[in-house]
């Protein structure tokens, strides 16, 4: 099936009927830029990724994404481990360790500024370099909640986020990010591309508002996070 | 001996990070270094003794006394070996 994912147009070679409605909100009439295929050992392979990973579709569905996360680097693109979210045109980035709660995060900042926000994707949005400018897009790999969108937004902010009883939200610098950045950056297996990845982390970094969001689940946390982050901006 | 997994190198922020490679997210923690440990790490990535890597510092670099370069090829290996990331 041939889609357009992050502007490129990529044959998913062969895929199964159940790959191309996993596909579906990305499906592309073009031709294509890029091609990347599975073969039924690595969509195998795939299937044991995380103890809860056991059907084949999961399988193909982890071993295209393995493929591209690969290819892109090439590109100027990269992938995170994220939730990424548009806000009037700026796009802002929570990363945090699974389980801390950036999903709920998320749906905070929904909650308070409605729609002003859009969620362009909930775990694994492309980061893709154009003229400079790192953008955020949409991917149909977006986490159990299925919360994507095909759209992109140029990145404004990344935050970083950690529980805690009281809410405060402060400007780190670059050097500070490398202790929470890495364990939420999909590394490819390739070397080439591994390196790459990483000098598209560098140029990223050097290219945003970095910040560390401490935060409870309530609405003043998103409250907290937003007005420091917007302070003086008109929305 | 030799580095147990593959590294990205490369700099970060201004800092030369080396990070694993073989599994996915690097949730396995990365090396924060300088470019002599760089080098070291490159040189790692084949089988190769101490006095090897003495010898092609010695050939590459400006280095101050002997006694003082092979002190820090020495720790450098010495915590690698701690964070089990030779054999």
């Given at each position: 099936?041939?889609?357009?994912?992050?502007?490129?147009?990529i044959d998913?070679k062969n895929?199964?009927e159940?790959?191309d409605h996993?596909?579906?909100?990305y499906?592309?009439c073009?031709?294509?830029?890029?091609?990347i295929?599975?073969?039924?050992e690595?969509?195998?392979?795939?299937?044991?990724?995380?103890?809860?990973?056991?059907?084949?579709?999961?399988?193909?569905?982890?071993?295209?994404?393995?493929?591209?996360?690969?290819?892109?680097?090439n590109?100027d693109?990269?992938?995170i481990?994220?939730s990424l979210?548009?806000?009037?045109g700026?796009?802002?980035?929570f990363?945090?360790?699974?389980?801390t709660?950036k999903?709920?995060?998320t749906?905070?900042?929904?909650?308070?500024l409605?729609?002003?926000v859009q969620?362009?994707?909930g775990?694994?949005?492309i980061?893709r370099f154009?003229?400079?400018?790192?953008y955020?897009?949409?991917?149909?790999?977006c986490?159990?909640e299925?919360?994507?969108?095909?759209?992109?937004v140029p990145?404004?902010?990344i935050?970083?986020?950690?529980r805690a009883?009281?809410?405060?939200c402060?400007?780190?610098t670059?050097?500070e990010?490398?202790?929470?950045v890495?364990?939420?950056?999909f590394?490819?297996?390739?070397s080439?591309a591994?390196i790459?990845?990483?000098?598209?982390?560098?140029?990223?970094l050097?290219?945003?508002?970095?910040?560390?969001i401490?935060?409870?689940t309530d609405?003043?946390a998103a409250m907290t996070a937003?007005?420091k982050?917007?302070?003086?901006e008109?929305? | 001996m030799?580095?147990?997994y593959t590294?990205a190198i490369?700099?970060?922020?201004?800092?030369?990070?080396?990070?694993p490679?073989?599994?996915g997210?690097g949730?396995q923690g990365?090396?924060?270094?300088?470019?002599?440990?760089?080098?070291?790490?490159?040189?790692?990535?084949e089988?190769?003794t101490i006095?090897?890597?003495i010898?092609?510092?010695?050939?590459?670099?400006e280095?101050e006394?002997?006694?003082?370069?092979e002190?820090t090829?020495?720790?450098f290996?010495d915590?690698?070996?701690?964070?089990?990331l030779l054999i």
């Open positions: 099936m041939i889609c357009k994912l992050a502007d490129f147009i998913f895929s199964t159940a790959m996993f596909l579906e909100g499906k592309f073009g031709k294509p830029q890029l091609v295929e599975v073969t039924p690595e969509v195998e392979a795939a299937r044991y990724i995380t103890p809860t990973t056991v059907n084949t579709i999961q399988g193909e569905i982890n071993a295209f994404y393995k493929k591209l996360i690969d290819l892109i680097p590109y693109a990269f992938n481990h994220a979210i548009d806000v009037n700026n796009g802002v980035a990363l945090a360790q699974s389980g709660g999903t709920t995060h749906l905070l900042w929904q909650k308070l409605g729609k002003k969620i362009i994707n775990d694994k949005p980061i154009l003229n400079n400018t790192p955020g897009y949409g991917t149909p790999w986490g159990k299925r919360l994507s969108k095909n759209a992109k990145i404004k902010h935050c970083f986020i950690e009883a009281e809410n405060s402060k400007k780190i670059s050097k990010a490398l202790n929470f890495f364990s939420q950056v590394m490819p297996h390739d080439k591994a790459k990845t990483l000098e598209l982390l560098d140029s990223l050097k290219s945003v508002d970095i910040w560390v401490k935060c409870n609405i003043s937003y007005n982050i917007f302070e003086g008109t929305l | 030799k580095l147990k590294f490369s700099e970060v922020a201004g800092q030369t990070v080396a990070v490679i073989d599994s997210y949730e990365i090396i924060k270094t300088n470019e002599t440990g760089a080098y070291i790490l490159n040189l790692l990535k089988d190769i006095p090897q890597i010898s092609k510092i010695k050939e590459d670099f280095t006394s002997e006694e003082a370069l002190a090829v020495n720790k290996i915590s690698l070996k701690a964070a089990d």
